[in-house]
């Protein structure tokens, strides 16, 4: 079935350890996108690709890192420099000519302990 | 600046009951895009409607209802007789400009109670 892949669902860390998330897509989708959804905060853009080897920052890049070596791929390093990572992590994608139609992936829940 | 308000934090319902979820929107854009997503207890979020501003029209699909008015700057959410499975978090959102990057509400709990 087509769709997007996160792993993993649940990840513990350590403060000062970088972890990176896992967004995989097979439907063919240009734009990948990360956001980061905080209770009463909604959801918040992290960064977002919309071709491969290429990508901007969104609106609370500081901490994180991404990369876009293959078109379905498109993890998310949240490193030590993130002052508060604890948060649900969410991947999503779409085709460049379909304006804010995403399809999510099921989310990452990051604790740090 | 382009902002997506969603007043109402957490909404409980008998089912069989209607329910409407606000969502009031600011844009600089003259031409735009307005969506609703849902967000079951799974957690991905699930694209339910997007309108174009030049379409003013409400729009219907099955119990689920959109009215778009432009005047009040309102893009509210309806779900007639409303059901268990409905419960989930929604969500409005707007995109920045013309692009793909979404500016989402802080969205609304539907609790739909048996």
């Known amino acids: 079935d087509g769709g997007i892949t996160q792993s993993p669902k649940y990840l513990f860390r350590k403060e000062g350890q970088n972890v990176t998330l896992s967004c995989e897509q097979n439907?063919?989708?240009?734009?990948m996108y990360w956001y980061r959804q905080d209770p009463g905060q909604g959801l918040r853009l992290i960064y977002y690709s919309q071709i491969v080897n290429d990508f901007q920052k969104g609106d609370i890049a500081e901490g994180y890192s991404v990369s876009r070596e293959k078109k379905e791929s498109f993890p998310l390093t949240v490193t030590s420099a993130q002052k508060n990572p604890t948060a649900f992590y969410l991947c999503?994608?779409?085709?460049?000519?379909?304006?804010?139609?995403?399809?999510f992936g099921e989310g990452s829940r990051l604790t740090v302990l | 600046a382009q902002k997506v308000t969603q007043a109402q934090t957490e909404i409980s319902v008998v089912e069989k009951e209607d329910v409407t979820l606000d969502c009031v929107y600011e844009?600089?854009?003259?031409?735009?895009?307005l969506f609703w997503y849902k967000q079951p207890p799974s957690g991905e979020l699930v694209f339910l409607i997007r309108r174009n501003s030049f379409d003013e029209q409400n729009e219907i699909s099955g119990r689920y209802s959109w009215n778009f008015q432009k005047s009040t700057s309102s893009f509210n959410f309806t779900i007639t007789a409303s059901q268990v499975v409905d419960s989930a978090v929604y969500f409005c959102?707007?995109?920045?400009?013309?692009?793909?990057?979404?500016?989402f509400g802080t969205g609304t709990r539907l609790q739909v109670f048996p």
């Open positions: 844009t600089r854009d003259t031409t735009y895009y």
């Open positions: 959102a707007h995109p920045r400009g013309n692009t793909d990057k979404l500016i």
């Open positions: 439907l063919n989708h240009d734009a």
């Open positions: 999503a994608s779409s085709m460049r000519e379909q304006t804010g139609e995403l399809f």
